[in-house]
Structure formats: structure tokens, C-alpha cells
């Protein structure tokens, strides 16, 4: 049933106050996917604005004020997950994420996925407008796969950071172990469940949602590493109350 769907692919996008990354993330994102959908607030008229240039989905909702909350992600996400349309995979990506250019031949062609399984993957950070330029240009100094073989992007962080840095961390919980925290989680539509809401942040709804997958079925996705674009070099909990504290992206077509 619903074999068809097996090779669509659609994503949800929380934004409030980050069309300028947002509008760099579609643009890198949107190539790979069958259904785009943005989350934001009924005054964000410029995420709408965002989503009307890039043609995808907009949800305009106050659900993350639900419960008096300054930032309720996992009720605006659970608003998202009511405009896929397809029985394939699923992913929650932050506005600040961009997908490697050969993202979904990875993912289909060179990955073995489990439609029981939760998938996470590594990111490496972009910082400052030489790289996100880099990366909309496609003129990366050293893309992934750049010679055909080996992830070369986690050297990435070296090129295009202010930092020689590699990929960010992991979050490993002590008790629940790996958990695929939020800028990047995928599953299939088979497995689907609500994502929990915030008590006020988004510190800690992604690692429960991840920890309602058991932990033998929470998995790493080897073959592609996210781009994390950022103005400024970032700092652990920057944005998790919804309140931005990272300067915005200049230049043209931002």
C-alpha cells in the first residue's frame, strides 16, 4: 500500500523572525523535495512573503504562544504535520538548515533506510556570507563527494567557518542514549507521531520526540552531512526560547 510514495520526500520548516535564512534554505532545499511546508506566525509577513517567492506551503498559526508559552515549536510543528501528502519520508528541518546538493541520490540510491527507524545526521557550520554565497552558487572549495567517493564535507567546517572546527556535535543522552535532535530528524509515514510540546523553549521537545523511537531504532544517517547557516559564529542555545539573537544575513537577493 502506498508503494507509489515510496520515493517522496517532504519536510516541515518552524520560521519566525528567519526569512533571511529561511529564504536561503529553500532555495538550497526545495530542489530535493516533493512538498515544502513553512510554519510561522500570522505577523511574520515576511516568512510569508518568503513562501509565496519559493512557492511552498505556508502555515500561519499562533500555536507556539499555545499555553502562554513564548515559544511552543512542538505545537507549530504538529501544525505542519497536517499538510503532508504523501505515504513516504518525512523530515523536520530548521530554517537554518540546507541540504547538500546531492541530497536526495544519497538518500535513495546509497542508503539503506528502515521505515521503523528515526534518522539523524551531522551538520557543519557556514558562517558569514562568503559561505552561504558558496553554497547558492554551488562553488564550494570542497563539496561532498567532491572526489567521487568519502564525505569530504566534514573538512567543510575548516573551509568555510571562522573556526577550524569539524561537524557539531552529537546529542547522546544519558539515559536515552543517540538522540537525532531537531535540525535534521527524518522518519516515514508509517511511523508518524505527534511531536510533544514545549514547556516554553525548544531545548528539550526534539529529544523527546526522538526518544519515542526505541533506542535500537534511532539511527545516524552516514552518506550526507547538513549545512548550518549562520550569520555569526553560534552558541549552544541560541534561539531555543524563539527570541533571535543571531544577527540577519545581508546582500543581495536575502
Known sequence: MYEQDAHRLEAVTVSVGFDDFLDVAL?????????????????????????????VTCVPTDLHRKNGRCFNKGAAI????????FHGWRIHLDADIALPDNFRRLLFNHSILERDCLYGADRV?????????????????LPQHAFRSGLSSVHGGAVFSQSPSASSARFVDNLYGYCPIGFFQMW?????????YSLGTAAHDDVLFAALWPEAKRRLLPTAICYHLCATPPYYGQNWDGRRRMGRIDGEGR
Open 188 to 196: 516515514h509515514a508509517s511511523r508518524q507521531r505527534p511531536y510533544p
Open 125 to 141: 557550520d557556514v558562517v558569514g556570507t562568503e559561505g552561504i554565497d558558496a553554497l547558492l552558487r554551488g562553488r564550494l572549495a
Open 78 to 85: 504538529n501544525a505542519g504535520f497536517g499538510h503532508f501528502q
Open 27 to 55: 532555495a538550497l532545499n526545495h530542489p530535493h523535495l516533493d512538498n515544502l511546508i513553512v510554519v510561522t506566525s500570522h505577523e511574520d509577513r515576511a516568512t510569508q512573503q518568503v513562501c509565496l517567492k519559493h512557492s
